[in-house]
């Protein structure tokens, strides 16, 4: 180690720089997750508009409560695949608010889109609704998170 050059000392921790990012990068959560929230979101919508408020009212707690139990075990995005376990410092401490806020923006466009339908007299508003947001969750969630932490730099 005596004889490293200040160019190859500079090249080595640049090096490491770049691999930490591309594993920063990889933080996020199962593809699973996102196909089982998706899942949810669909029945929560199918609920909604075919059963009784009673009904609409404990799958909406039963869905949150089974998502935050979930969500708790997985929302630091550090539990990716078996295979790695990123630190807390590389993953960012930012990456459960980040999906809470996805989340959020999520029901917001559900319920906009379900009104939307409502008015133009679709007599499904909240099933199509659901299944359109749900399609964006299932397919597209992981990209959505990659994109929203790289911009809170998260």
């Given at each position: ?85 990123v630190s807390a410092a590389v993953a960012g401490r ?61």
């Open positions: 180690m005596d004889n490293v050059a200040p160019d190859q000392a500079r090249a080595a921790l640049d090096a490491v720089e770049q691999a930490r990012r591309r594993v920063a990068e990889e933080v996020g959560l199962p593809r699973a997750y996102w196909w089982g929230m998706a899942a949810g979101w669909v029945i929560l919508g199918v609920i909604g508009d075919l059963g009784p408020q009673w009904l609409v009212i404990a799958a909406t707690l039963i869905f949150g409560a089974g998502h935050s139990f979930v969500a708790s075990r997985l929302l630091d995005g550090r539990h990716r695949t078996d295979q790695v376990r930012r990456t459960p608010i980040v999906v809470v806020g996805m989340l959020l923006a999520l029901v917001v466009l559900t319920i906009g889109v379900a009104m939307a339908l409502d008015a133009d007299g679709d007599r499904s508003p909240g099933i199509w609704a659901a299944v359109l947001v749900a399609s964006i969750i299932g397919f597209g969630g992981p990209e959505i998170l990659r994109v929203l932490r790289r911009w809170v730099h998260a």
